[in-house]
């Protein structure tokens, strides 16, 4: 599956202006939202809630990409977000809210890092990993 870089900036953008929010407000709940999106767009990302938005308002605006990326890095950027913003609403809703800020401020740099910049750090994990993993089969295989 490929996916449109510009849906998954878009994505961060929206991300941001959410776990914005719950750092000034300090909701809980609003973390816990935010790692349901996560966890749908993690599942399919053509059905998280922000690629929706994207494709019914602005797609139609912009027309088709003239590239698009692997889906399965910004898979894994999605899960990342997922334990953040996780570990965000636990320690919100159980009151360690220290907890709460440090996990959505970790949450909240990297979808704006994506959002502004395109630097996806999940999605350049994810290739750190793969690469790690193809070279420790290499060695194994030459050993």
């Known amino acids: 599956m490929e996916l449109d ?11 941001s202006a959410v776990i914005a929010l719950v750092l000034i407000t ?11 999106v996560f966890a749908i767009t ?3 990302p053509q059905w998280g809630p922000y690629a929706l938005v994207f494709r019914a308002v602005i797609l139609p605006r912009v027309g088709r990409p003239a590239e698009t990326e692997p889906a399965a890095p910004v898979r894994f950027a999605q899960l ?3 334990g953040f913003l996780s570990v965000s609403a636990g320690g919100y809703l159980a009151g360690a809210e220290t907890t709460g800020l440090l ?3 970790f949450g909240l740099l990297a979808a ?9 750090l999940g999605c350049e994990a994810y290739l750190g990993i793969q690469r790690f993993i193809k070279r420790n089969a290499e060695n194994v295989r030459n050993a």
Request: hydrophobic share 60%.
């Open 5 to 15: 870089p510009r849906g998954q900036r878009f994505a961060a953008a929206m991300t």
């Open 42 to 44: 993690a599942y399919r």
């Open 103 to 105: 996990a959505a401020a």
């Open 112 to 120: 704006f890092l994506n959002a502004a910049f395109g630097l996806c």
């Open 26 to 36: 300090g909701s809980g709940w609003l973390a816990l939202a935010q790692a349901v």
């Open 80 to 82: 990342v977000g997922f």
